[in-house]
């Protein structure tokens, strides 16, 4: 059994100043009321609206819009795509643009059945840029940007692309 080390008063302080001015990523829940008897029973979930109307989404869908930017990430490191993808995206709704497309990458490909195996090629992860990316679009500093976001079609990428389609520009 470990024991946890006693913290100094001076240590207390240092982390108290280094975190003064930290947002957290998500806010706290506030206390919920007990729910009366008569409402006590399963909530409907609000519809989840994409943001497209059908004939968007079906053009996209095969591919007949033409994205009007576009960002390449690779070569970039984790924070440094991050940073570019931000600024790329903020950039793309100040000039009214609507269907931007952002290329991941489908990341290294797995060794070859005849190749040796090396625990070290094996355990370093694949494809970082593919699966942040959409975390990174879903996060509150970007999301009120986005209306939707899909892979994108065989002729823009694949599934190494995504279309980011933008919410209109508040006039």
Known sequence: MTR??????????????????TIPLVPPKAKAAKPDAAKAGPQPKPPKY???????????????LKPQASLDL??????????????????ACARGLRLVIVVTGKGAKPAA?????DLEKESR???????MTPRWLGEPDLAPFIADVRSAHRSHGGSGALYVYLRKKER
């Open 4 to 21: 946890r080390r006693a913290v100094s008063a001076e240590e207390r302080t240092l982390f108290e100043t280094a975190f003064r001015e």
């Open 50 to 64: 994409s943001g497209l109307d059908g004939n968007t989404a079906d053009r996209l869908r095969k591919g007949d």
């Open 74 to 91: 690779h070569g970039l490191t984790e924070s440094a795509a991050h940073r570019a993808l931000a600024t790329f995206l903020r950039g």
């Open 113 to 117: 059945p005849d190749e040796p195996f």
């Open 125 to 131: 992860r694949r494809g970082v840029l593919r699966t």
